[in-house]
């Protein structure tokens, strides 16, 4: 059972306080995550009845919540640092990491952080580069950007246009931070409806990324239905200049899931969140709106589906993907409300906007993805504050499935999934709500481990880094990686594969 820092005890649970209803109907009417996507270029602001006003207040009177931009965790986490934005000012967004170095997207752009100092991060170096929402991996001295939004071109001078114009870019730039003082910006390569995310599968001479986007309008000239695949993108590693899109490859010949009104409340599948690529084992499991699907990634150049699933009950938007190390599990998120709703309450129940808990069993073209459970946090957020599972990472503990995760503000968590049927949290870090008065945008994007430390990066307040100090994770302290790009798992407990 998690025990609860002294300074701020929550006593709402799961299943024992009531909600206010009247914006939670709304978002189950409205449907599926697919009409609201990520956060947009800055925290959002939302309006809320009187009465959800008056229930949030309460609330924190209570200490049933904490009070706004109060911290509270659980005794077996410390907060070692808060580094607050800067000249970025937009939406923090995914981490990546090097050496010493951590690697933060912001939809302005990146900032490098020196982590030689975990309590102390100094900044090394913040690139303006505008464009959401900036995914961001690193491999060698090269840099790798998302940019899924409309610009006029791909520098990073370009301002935001309207997408239906045909002149729209959007896709993936490429930069040298062989100096992270200095990153150079070396080249850009334009895809299919652009790039939400983008996952590595770096191999020694080239790397290969695979491009996830989605099409939200058919009106868009350069995003047209059919988009029922990922763009795969090769980069020669001596010659980044030279990187372009080798293949298209459909995932979904059928269509995929077809979504409302055959599935009320479910994404039609039109392409891919994310993907999360198991080198050391040849596998790779797709988040894709409406679909999880496990693929054989041997020819890293021709992916090919095993199996898929879907979750026409309790999954409105397959976000992410995370294999535990012995390759026979995979944990997907349900991003029900895109990640700006309030669906961390009574109302919305422990199953939406979750984590669903895959077993593979099989060998070979026969395994199958086999749900055994759901996870959500155990902590009711206030009716202000958007709150839905997000991107997390495995913490290297051999024996044992353990994952943190960014729950926005429901902060991030730390949970075991050892019994995929009866998954439990060890450990918790979260701030109280933004405001009282709206629901504004704000929280944990990205909560990952990397050499002893979980580091988050929180879409308003910056960059945190937090210390887990539990018996049951002392042997991840063993681990020491040079990379970590976490939708690129490594074998952790195999040192000739990192």
């Known amino acids: ?122 900044t090394v170096a913040q690139v303006l580069c505008p464009g959401s929402q900036n995914d961001i991996t690193v491999s060698g001295d090269l840099l790798f950007l998302s940019t899924d939004s409309s610009r006029s071109d791909n520098s990073c001078s370009s301002v935001s246009q309207p997408a239906t114009e045909k002149s729209s870019w959007e896709g993936m730039k490429i930069f040298d931070i062989s100096d992270k003082k200095n990153p150079k910006y070396v080249a850009a390569v334009e895809t299919a409806c652009g790039s939400h995310t983008h996952t590595l599968v770096p191999e020694r001479k080239d790397v290969y990324i695979y491009v996830s986007s989605y099409s939200p309008s058919a009106s868009f000239p350069d995003c047209q239905p059919p988009h029922d695949g990922i763009s795969i993108i090769k980069v020669p590693r001596k010659a980044p200049q030279q990187a372009a899109v080798v293949d298209f490859p459909v995932l979904f010949p059928d269509g995929g899931n077809p979504g409302a009104p055959t599935n009320p409340g479910v994404s039609a599948t039109t392409g891919c969140h994310d993907i999360t690529v198991l080198p050391s084992k040849d596998l790779a499991a797709g988040a894709c709106m409406g679909d999880g699907i496990l693929l054989d990634i041997k020819d890293p150049a021709r992916p090919r589906v095993i199996d898929r699933v879907q979750d026409n009950v309790n999954f409105a938007f397959w976000h992410s993907a995370t294999f535990n190390q012995a390759a026979n599990k995979v944990v997907f998120t349900d991003e029900l409300g895109g990640g700006g709703a309030a669906t961390c309450n009574a109302q919305i129940g422990p199953n939406r906007g979750a984590d669903g808990i895959y077993d593979i069993t099989g060998k070979g073209d026969k395994r199958k993805l086999v749900f055994r459970g759901y996870y959500k946090i155990p902590r009711h957020q206030a009716d202000t504050e958007n709150c839905v599972a997000h991107n997390g990472s495995l913490i290297p503990v051999l024996g044992r499935d353990i994952m943190v995760q960014a729950w926005y503000q429901g902060g991030v968590s730390v949970w075991d999934f050892t019994n995929s049927a009866k998954p439990k949290e060890i450990a918790y870090f979260e701030r109280g709500p933004i405001s009282t008065a709206s629901l504004v945008t704000g929280g944990s994007w990205s909560a990952y481990y990397y050499n002893g430390y979980i580091y988050s990066n929180d879409i308003a307040k910056g960059f945190d880094v937090l210390k887990l100090d539990d018996y049951r994770t002392d042997l991840a302290k063993l681990i020491h990686l040079d990379e970590l790009n976490v939708q690129t798992q490594p074998d952790y407990f195999n040192p000739f594969s990192r």
Request: net charge positive; hydrophobic share 45%; aromatic share 6%.
């Open 1 to 122: 059972m998690t025990s609860l820092h002294t300074a701020g005890v929550r006593r709402r649970r799961l299943g024992v306080a009531a909600a206010a209803a009247g914006l939670f109907a709304t978002l189950l009417a409205a449907g599926p995550a697919a009409a609201t996507p990520d956060p947009g270029d800055a925290p959002a602001k939302g309006a809320i009845s009187a009465g959800q006003v008056a229930e949030a207040k309460t609330a924190i009177q209570q200490g049933e919540i904490p009070g706004v931009d109060e911290v509270v965790h659980s005794a077996n986490i410390k907060h070692l640092a808060n580094v607050p934005k800067d000249a970025l000012a937009g939406t923090n967004s995914d981490l990546a990491f090097q050496g010493k170095y951590a690697f933060a997207g912001n939809y302005d752009g990146f900032r490098i952080f020196d982590l030689s100092n975990p309590k102390a991060p100094k």
